[in-house]
């Protein structure tokens, strides 16, 4: 059995795959460059099984969170879990193509079950995609929030852009020096004695496969703004409402809320709250440049 340790945001979590899923680490180190520990302790625990001789029905290519009275093919994927992992009715359960998540909220334990379907296979993205969902909620569970927005650092200070698709992250972060941001799409927030910090992940749309630094997942920025991108003109920095920046933290910018349990949503919105009331957000007019840099 081989294992590999990750850290994210102070966290932990060590990643082992049975026989047949032991091969799947391997590219998963290039993937998680800057964030590996050669050896130690963690108290987050995913396991990782696959079977390669059963073929069961793909799920679609959109996350969805599944349940135990689903149709009777659905019920024999979770059966093939359930050898392996203790399932309730409390349990999350999330499907992703080839690919179970499975976690019961507090127990530090995760597991995910790949399988083949007929047709075209995708184990690595399953599993790349579940880990990312896997991170978003197991940040919650260390009230941790991971967010759907570009973490940057700029003038020592941390700024949170966050936006719709499209919006500008990824632009924004490519007009700060690499070494500064800390992601161009998932960025950790995390309060700690009162203040609150943003950490990296190894999750990124634009530079997922960058050269990072061996101790990368140490860089930490202590948070000054929350910035909503908005593509329009003139150039400008606007104060926002801060409960009208708590309803589009929560309805956007939240990384898997939408799969998230009662309990995971309750710490969610407990955190937004307590990020909003902290930290001045603001409303930035942008246009494709680095004016911008102006106003902070």
């Known amino acids: ?34 964030f590996l520990l050669p050896r130690g302790d963690a108290a987050t625990e995913v396991a990782l099984s696959y079977e390669n001789f059963v073929h069961l029905r793909k799920f679609k290519a959109e996350p969805l ?24 009715e409390k349990t999350l359960l999330i499907g992703f193509l080839n690919g179970v998540l499975a ?3 507090h127990s530090h334990k995760f ?66 020096p690499i070494g500064d941001v800390l992601s161009d799409d998932a960025t950790v927030v995390e309060e700690r004695g009162g203040l609150f910090k943003i950490h990296p992940s190894p999750f990124s749309q634009i530079n997922s496969l960058a050269r990072k630094g061996k101790n990368h997942y140490r860089q930490e920025c202590p948070l000054a703004r929350i910035i909503f991108l908005k593509k329009a003109e003139p150039l400008a920095l606007n104060r926002r409402d801060r409960q009208a920046a708590l309803a589009e933290l929560l309805l956007f910018h939240i990384h898997y809320f939408n799969l998230m349990d009662r309990e995971l949503k309750t710490s969610v919105f407990n955190c937004c709250c307590d990020l909003c009331a902290s930290i001045p957000s603001f409303d930035m007019h942008f246009q494709k440049d680095n004016s911008f840099l102006t106003l902070l």
Not at 5 to 20: L, T
């Open 1 to 34: 059995m081989k294992e590999l340790i990750i850290v994210i945001a102070g966290i932990a979590v060590a990643i082992s795959g049975d026989e047949k899923a032991a091969p799947l680490l391997t590219p998963l180190k290039g993937l998680f460059r800057g």
């Open 65 to 88: 969170r599944i349940s135990t009275a689903k149709d009777r093919e659905t019920t024999r994927i979770i059966n093939h879990v359930a050898k392996r992992y203790p399932i309730s």
């Open 103 to 105: 976690y019961n909220v």
């Open 111 to 176: 597991h995910i079950f790949l399988f083949r379907s007929k047709g075209e296979n995708f184990l690595m993205g399953s599993l790349y995609k579940l880990l990312f969902i896997l991170t978003s909620l197991l940040m919650v569970d260390n009230k941790r929030l991971l967010v759907h927005g570009a973490g940057l650092r700029i003038n020592r200070q941390g700024n949170l852009f966050l936006g719709l698709s499209g919006a500008g992250k990824s632009t924004v972060a490519g007009y700060v």
